[in-house]
C-alpha cells in the first residue's frame, strides 16, 4: 500500500512539473512587477501595462491549484485567464532583462548606444512574437505525418497495414470540437485498416468527454477503433464513464486487454494498458497480453514503458502523452523542452533490438495554450518489415 501511494506521489510531482515551472516563472515576474523594477522606465506604454499585467498573473497563480478540485468551474475565460499567465510573465522578465543590458551610461558612442537599444527592443520583442506564433498558428497547424514502423518478423499479410494514432486530445477550452473534426477528417483520408486512440481526450474533471467521442466515432477504419487511457482519464475520473460511452460510440478501449484481429492468414494482437505511474513497476502482469504466433503491437500512454514492453515479447509500441514538448526549441542540434526532464522518448521513432516505439506529439495542448516547436499531428502508420535484429537505442 505504501509503494502504490509513494509511485501515485511521484507520478503526480512529475505530472506537475510544467505547472511548476510555470508557477516559478509567474511568481519571479509578478515580484518585480511589484517591485517596480520590470516595465518601469520603459516607456509610457509600457508602464501603463504594469499593474494589468500584475494582476493578470496574479489570478493565474491563484486558478493553477484550483483547477484540479471537484467544483473548479470550467469556464473558457478561467482557463484562458491561468493559461496566459505565464505567457504574460515571460514576456515581462524578457523585458526585465533586456532592460539590464541596456547601456546606462555615457560612455558608448551615440551609434553604438542606438544599436544596442534597437538590440534591446528586438530581443524584447521576440517572447511575445513567438507566443503569439504558438498561440494563433502553430497551435491548429495540424500536420500529416507518416512513419514506416519497422517490426521483426513481420508477415507479408501485414506489410503495408495502416494504423492512424490520434492521441493527447484534450479537447476544452484550448481545443474546440470543430478543431477536433478537422483532425478527424484528416485521419480518415488515409483510408487506415485500424485506428488507436492513446489517451488523455479531456484535461479534467466535467470536461467534454461526450462531445470528443461524438467526434472520434466519425473514425473510419476496416478493422474499427482502438485504444487505451492516459493520465487525465485518471486525474478527471472518467475511467469507466469513457469506457462504457466509448464502446457505444465504437470506440474499443483496451484496459490490460487484448484483442486479435485476423488480416488474411496474418494475425496482429492489439493489447492496451491503461496509463502506467511513474514510481511503479511498469506492465506487470501484462505478460499475458502476448498472443503466441501473432504481431503483438501495445498501445501504452506513457512511452517509458518500452524497455519493459521489449523484454516482454511486444514487437511494437505506440505512445504519445509528451506532447513532444509542446515548446521545443533547437539549439546545436538538440530539441529543448520540458518533456526531456522526464523521459528519453519524446518524439518520434525508436528501437531496440526486437521492438519498435513511435512516439507521437498528439493534437491538443495542456497547461498554456501554445505550441512552439511540436506542431500537432495525426499520424499514419504503416507496418514494414524490419531485419531480424535492429541496432539497440534503449
Known amino acids: 500500500m505504501f509503494c502504490a501511494r509513494r509511485s501515485i506521489m511521484t507520478d503526480r510531482l512529475w505530472s506537475w512539473l510544467p505547472e511548476i ?34 494582476g493578470w498573473i496574479a489570478a493565474g497563480l491563484a486558478l493553477t491549484p484550483l483547477q484540479a478540485s471537484r467544483w473548479w468551474p470550467r469556464w473558457p475565460a478561467l482557463e484562458w485567464l491561468r493559461g496566459g499567465a505565464p505567457l ?4 515581462c522578465l524578457a523585458v526585465w532583462v533586456v532592460g539590464r ?25 521576440a517572447p511575445l512574437a513567438a507566443a503569439g506564433f504558438g498561440i494563433l498558428v502553430e497551435r491548429f497547424r ?18 503495408g497495414l495502416r494504423i492512424v494514432q490520434l492521441t493527447d486530445i484534450h479537447l476544452g477550452p484550448f481545443l474546440s470540437e470543430a478543431e477536433l473534426a478537422r483532425a478527424v477528417t484528416m485521419a480518415n483520408e488515409f483510408h487506415p485498416h485500424l485506428v488507436a486512440v ?23 477504419a476496416d478493422a474499427g477503433i ?22 457505444r460510440a465504437g470506440i474499443l478501449f483496451l484496459r490490460g486487454q487484448k484483442l486479435v484481429l485476423p488480416f488474411g492468414r496474418a494475425r496482429l494482437n492489439v493489447a492496451g494498458v491503461d496509463y502506467q505511474r511513474r514510481g511503479a513497476p511498469y506492465l506487470a502482469n501484462a505478460g499475458r497480453l502476448i498472443e503466441a504466433g501473432a504481431v503483438n503491437l501495445l498501445l501504452s500512454h506513457n512511452p517509458d514503458v518500452f524497455p519493459v514492453a521489449a523484454r516482454l515479447g511486444f514487437q511494437a509500441v505506440i505512445s504519445g502523452h ?58 499514419c502508420l504503416r507496418l514494414r518489415r524490419a531485419p531480424d535484429r535492429q541496432e539497440s537505442a534503449v
Not at 198 to 220: E, F, H, K
Open 226 to 247: 482502438v485504444g487505451c487511457h492516459g493520465n487525465h482519464e485518471i486525474y478527471a475520473g472518467i475511467e469507466g464513464e469513457a469506457t462504457v460511452l466509448g464502446r
Open 21 to 54: 515551472i510555470a508557477a516559478a516563472v509567474n511568481l519571479a515576474a509578478l515580484g518585480l512587477l511589484l517591485a517596480g523594477d520590470t516595465l518601469c522606465g520603459r516607456g509610457r506604454a509600457l508602464r501603463r501595462l504594469r499593474w494589468p499585467a500584475a
Open 142 to 159: 495540424f500536420r500529416v505525418v507518416e512513419v514506416e514502423l519497422p517490426v521483426v518478423g513481420l508477415p507479408a499479410d501485414l506489410e
Open 198 to 220: 492513446t489517451g488523455d481526450l479531456i484535461t479534467g474533471r466535467r470536461g467534454p468527454l461526450q462531445a470528443c467521442l461524438r467526434q472520434l466515432s466519425r473514425l473510419r
Open 101 to 125: 543590458l541596456r547601456p546606462r551610461t555615457d560612455r558608448f558612442q551615440r551609434g553604438r548606444r542606438a544599436f544596442v537599444q534597437y538590440a534591446a527592443g528586438v530581443a524584447a520583442a
Open 322 to 379: 509528451t506532447h513532444g514538448g509542446q515548446v521545443s526549441v533547437e539549439i546545436l542540434g538538440e530539441h529543448c523542452n520540458v518533456a526531456r526532464f522526464w523521459t528519453p522518448f519524446v518524439y518520434g521513432l525508436y528501437r531496440a533490438e526486437t521492438s519498435s516505439l513511435f512516439v507521437s506529439r498528439g493534437i491538443g495542448t495542456v497547461g498554456v495554450p501554445l505550441r512552439f516547436g511540436a506542431p500537432p499531428e495525426v499520424v
Open 88 to 91: 504574460v510573465a515571460a514576456c
